[in-house]
Every structure is written in C-alpha cells, then in structure tokens.
C-alpha cells in the first residue's frame, strides 16, 4: 500500500511538514541536501532563508531554523577556506596537506551533523537547540 505524500509529511506535532512558515525552512533543508553532492544546493539554501527571514516572526521557531541554517552555511565557508589555506600554505611541510584534509573531512561531517539535527528538529516542530534564537 502506498501512502499520500500528505501523509508522509505530517509531523509528530500533527502538523504537515511542508505547510506554511515552515515550509521555507523544510525546502531549505533539502537545497542544504543536495549541497551535499553539488555546492549550488548550499546557495538556493542561502538564498531561500534570506528571503524567508524577511517574512517570519524573529521569535519563531521557524525563524530560528533559518538562523540556523545560515549559520551553518556561513560556518562551512569559513571551516573550508581555512582546510584549503592551511592545505595550499602546508605543502611546505609534508604534513600541511593531511591537516587541510582533516579539516576539511571534520566540516563536512559537521555540515552534515548540522543538517540532519535541524531536518529532525523541523519535523517534531521544535528548535534546532533549546533557546536558539
């Protein structure tokens, strides 16, 4: 048997995942998906919560999904410069390489540790952390 994608996208709350304000949040989540495999997935995000955080409450809990989600874009930027410089500047020393790698590898389980946990907290309607503004 096949269940509607109605279905599918209720949310423990009861609530449909994909229904209202949240809805901005639930497609940015899955741009930051796809931005996984290709990086123009992390810059429809971006620009899907730039727009949503125009037209939602500052004290929302899906205003604070786009906080987050920014944020994480923002920090994954910075986590990968600092591997490729510390990568690029470390060919001196043959260890430099292995360290932007390292780096590199711990941002995108981070990224994806980022995702994942706002995905979660989307679909039981909570906060991505407690108090998260």
């Not at 741009?31 to 955080?53: C, E, H, K, P, S």
């Amino acid at each position: 048997m096949i269940a509607d994608s109605d279905t599918v996208a209720r949310t423990s709350t009861g609530q449909s995942l994909f229904s209202d304000e949240r809805r901005y949040a639930a497609y940015a989540y899955i741009a930051q998906i796809v931005g996984v495999f290709t990086a123009i997935g992390f810059i429809v995000a971006l620009v899907i919560d730039y727009l949503a955080r125009d037209e939602l409450p500052r004290d929302g809990t899906t205003a604070a999904h786009v906080n987050w989600q920014i944020r994480t874009f923002w920090w994954s930027v910075a986590y990968c410069v600092l591997a490729w410089l510390v990568g690029i500047f470390g060919t001196f020393f043959i260890i430099g390489p292995v360290i932007g790698v390292a780096v590199w590898f711990a941002a995108f389980i981070w990224g994806i540790y980022r995702i994942a946990r706002g995905f979660i907290k989307l679909a039981d309607g909570q906060r991505p952390k407690p108090g998260y503004e």
